[in-house]
Structure formats: structure tokens, C-alpha cells
């Protein structure tokens, strides 16, 4: 399975329902606009730590895509809890081991 996969898998059979219309909007804008096309191509069992912190990295050094300033703290911080929950979702579905 894809990161892309199960961050699609998690937003829209999990999240989804759990959550208000913005924070699922917002949710769905951080996975198109910066996770998925960073991460969506990678196996979920080869994207570790090392992988991801590399990733927020790089998107601190990056910026904003629509103005070219830098990302807020808190966008960073969205990105990592985004991942974070889905991947507590895929040990939930027993679709990584850790």
C-alpha cells in the first residue's frame, strides 16, 4: 500500500465523518498540496522517521507554494499530526506492524 493510499484510505473512510466540513477541508488541502505529491509514491512500510522529518524539512526550506513565503510552524505541525493520525490508523487496521 501507498502513503498516498492510506492517506486517502484514512481521510475518507475514517476522518471523514469524525470531523467538521473545515477541518476535513484542511485536512484534504495539506495531503493534495504538500504530503501526497512528497510522500504519495512511497510503499507505507519503507516511510520511517528519518523519511518524514527529512520531508518537514525540506518543506520548512520550501515555503508556501502559492506565495513563495515560508510555512507557518503550525502548518508544519498540521503536516506531521496528519501523518501521525493516519498512521495510527493504518496500526489500527493492522496495515503496518509499527
Known sequence: MT????????L??????RVKPRTYS?????????IIPALGDIEISELGRRRIQEFLTQKKKDGNVK?????????????????????????DMELVEE
Open 3 to 10: 502513503t498516498q493510499e492510506l492517506l486517502t484510505e484514512w
Open 12 to 17: 475518507e473512510n475514517y476522518e471523514k465523518e
Open 26 to 34: 484542511r485536512y484534504q488541502g495539506i495531503l493534495v498540496t504538500h
Open 67 to 91: 506565495n513563495g513565503e515560508s510555512l507557518s510552524s503550525a502548518s508544519i505541525n498540521l503536516m506531521l499530526t496528519v501523518l501521525n493520525m493516519a498512521f495510527e490508523y493504518a496500526f
